[in-house]
């Protein structure tokens, strides 16, 4: 069945970096954008950027240009996102989120999410 | 910037009607969805292109929109329904996703 599996949770320290895992199977990973999505502890989802596995291009919030990575491995059918320079209003759970096209670019399969805790 | 504005709480007796709202949508959008959240699980999608139910969604669950409010419908509410919703909209001229700020629905 399709499936995200995110990597475990992460404690990093302020301005450090932290990259989350994103692993899929079930479906054509080539055949779906990856999104990214983060929910800080007791507050709403907001929408990072998105990843084309098959292409390698990709978009993102205003927000987060310039401090995140989003890159992927076709071989392990696998996304990433890499977030720079942690501030502690990073912390958060950080979701992926596979992009159904035909879904009017909804949002049909999710990770169980990974928390990022920043603290010195 | 775009904002989806949405009540932060509403409260429904079991087997009522829960109606909640998203203002701020694009006159004529239909890249309107919805998701469930229950606390420490992942969302999930409920109703995608305004009125579309993906499977396994019960028919209870409903989407429509007027103006520049989408709006989700909930029927015969059952506590199971207690959750965090959010809209969400893609903005396909700048290529960008947003959310709304959500609506906790708790049931009485």
Same mark, same amino acid.
């Given at each position: 069945?399709?499936?995200?599996?995110?990597?475990?949770?992460?404690?990093?320290?302020?301005?450090?970096?932290?990259?989350?895992?994103?692993?899929?199977?079930?479906?054509?990973?080539?055949?779906?954008?990856?999104?990214?999505?983060?929910?800080?502890?007791?507050?709403?989802?907001?929408?990072?950027?998105?990843?084309?596995?098959?292409?390698?291009?990709?978009?993102?919030?205003?927000?987060?240009?310039?401090?995140?990575?989003?890159?992927?491995?076709?071989?392990?059918?696998?996304?990433?996102?890499?977030?720079?320079?942690?501030?502690?209003?990073?912390?958060?759970?950080?979701?992926?989120?596979?992009?159904?096209?035909?879904?009017?670019?909804?949002?049909?399969?999710?990770?169980?999410?990974?928390?990022?805790?920043?603290?010195? | 910037?775009?904002?989806?504005? /949405?009540?932060?709480?509403?409260?429904?007796?079991?087997?009522?009607?829960?109606? $909640?709202?998203?203002?701020?949508?694009?006159?004529?959008?239909?890249?309107?969805?919805?998701?469930?959240?229950?606390?420490?699980?992942?969302?999930?999608?409920? $109703?995608?292109?305004?009125?579309?139910?993906?499977?396994?969604?019960?028919?209870?669950?409903?989407?429509?929109?007027?103006?520049?409010?989408?709006?989700?419908? $909930?029927?015969?509410?059952?506590?199971?329904?207690?959750?965090?919703?959010?809209? /969400?909209?893609?903005?396909?001229?700048?290529?960008?996703?947003?959310?709304?700020?959500?609506?906790?629905?708790?049931?009485?």
């Amino acid at each position: 069945q399709e499936q995200l599996v995110q990597s475990g949770a992460a404690v990093k320290k302020p301005g450090a970096s932290v990259k989350v895992s994103c692993k899929t199977s079930g479906f054509t990973f080539t055949g779906f954008q990856i999104h990214w999505v983060r929910q800080a502890p007791g507050q709403g989802l907001e929408w990072m950027g998105w990843i084309n596995p098959n292409s390698g291009g990709t978009n993102s919030a205003e927000k987060f240009r310039g401090r995140v990575t989003m890159t992927r491995d076709t071989s392990t059918t696998t996304a990433y996102m890499e977030l720079h320079r942690l501030i502690s209003d990073d912390a958060a759970v950080y979701y992926c989120a596979r992009n159904r096209h035909d879904y009017g670019q909804a949002f049909d399969v999710w990770g169980q999410g990974t928390m990022v805790t920043v603290s010195s | 910037s775009y904002v989806l504005t /949405q009540p932060p709480s509403l409260s429904v007796a079991p087997g009522k009607t829960a109606r $909640i709202s998203c203002g701020g949508i694009t006159f004529g959008s239909k890249t309107v969805h919805w998701y469930q959240q229950k606390p420490g699980q992942a969302p999930v999608l409920v $109703i995608y292109y305004e009125t579309a139910r993906p499977s396994g969604i019960p028919e209870r669950f409903s989407g429509s929109s007027s103006g520049n409010t989408a709006t989700l419908t $909930i029927t015969r509410v059952e506590a199971g329904d207690e959750a965090d919703y959010f809209c /969400q909209v893609w903005l396909d001229g700048s290529d960008l996703w947003v959310f709304g700020g959500g609506t906790k629905l708790t049931v009485l």
